[in-house]
């Protein structure tokens, strides 16, 4: 085994994933910017990449980096989605602040 995982443990990152995953719950949870929220969930997305490419590097298996590829995939599918809605929304009542979103409604 003579790759990086013979110098660095994978609790190293299971935590650094664990805290990336935390720090992006709370950007969800707390912030009204529909920007910052989006952001927050490809903080999240990132750290399930980070994860899966860690274990299936420490089992030598390519499994988790095919799944990396295609959440990687799909995630630029939404981020091109998703900022056309934020753009869509912010000409129709110019914020992006989630709690203003009720005028949109009829």
């Known amino acids: 085994m003579n790759n990086i995982f013979s110098t660095v443990p994978i609790q190293h990152y299971i935590i650094l994933s664990a805290v990336l995953f935390s720090i992006g719950v709370i950007g969800v949870l707390t912030r009204r ?14 750290s399930v990449n980070l994860l899966l490419a ?19 995939a799909v995630a630029a599918a939404e981020v091109a989605v998703g900022l056309a809605i934020i753009v869509m929304i912010y000409r129709n009542i110019n914020t992006v602040d989630i709690n203003d979103l009720n005028r949109l409604k009829g």
């Open 33 to 46: 910017n529909a920007i910052i929220i989006f952001m927050s969930v490809e903080i999240m997305l990132n």
């Open 54 to 72: 860690a274990f299936s590097t420490y089992h030598n298996d390519a499994a988790g980096q095919i799944f990396v590829f295609f959440i990687m």
